[in-house]
């Protein structure tokens, strides 16, 4: 089955930027929908951003005007930019493919079937 390595997370001061990667390997099928989730320790697991096939977006609240997902067919990689960062930004950060087949957008984890293990973004004031 497909299976998601994040990597580009790391320390940074408030008010920085990072730019998190997902490559996607062992295709079974080709994913219609991805997101990017994240987790705060004691928090439950958050959906920040979606995309479909067709270049479609959604964005939480909290992160819409901050954070960009962006996809690139050709690489089997989706990224996430993240501009403005605040220290409550601070968490592990998570891609997940859908494995429905549908292109409806959704920020909800259950959609979700395949995850990555995870990148790290710590923000500091």
């Known amino acids: 089955q497909v299976q998601l390595v994040e990597s580009g997370g790391g320390s940074v001061q408030s008010g920085g930027s990072l730019r998190l990667s997902c490559a996607a390997s062992?295709?079974?099928?080709?994913?219609?929908?991805m997101g990017w989730f994240r987790q705060a320790p004691g928090k439950e697991r958050e959906g920040i951003a979606a995309?479909?096939?067709?270049?479609?977006?959604q964005y939480a609240d909290s992160v819409k005007g901050r954070f960009t997902i962006s996809q690139d067919n050709a690489q089997n990689t989706v990224y996430l930019q993240l501009n403005s960062l605040k220290p409550e930004d601070t968490a592990m950060y998570y891609c997940?493919?859908?494995?429905?087949?549908?292109?409806?957008?959704?920020?909800?984890?259950?959609?979700?079937?395949?995850w990555g293990q995870g990148t790290q973004v710590t923000v500091s004031s």
């Open positions: 062992r295709y079974t099928y080709i994913p219609k929908l």
């Open positions: 995309i479909n096939s067709y270049d479609s977006t």
């Open positions: 997940a493919a859908a494995r429905l087949m549908s292109n409806t957008l959704s920020l909800q984890p259950s959609t979700y079937t395949i």
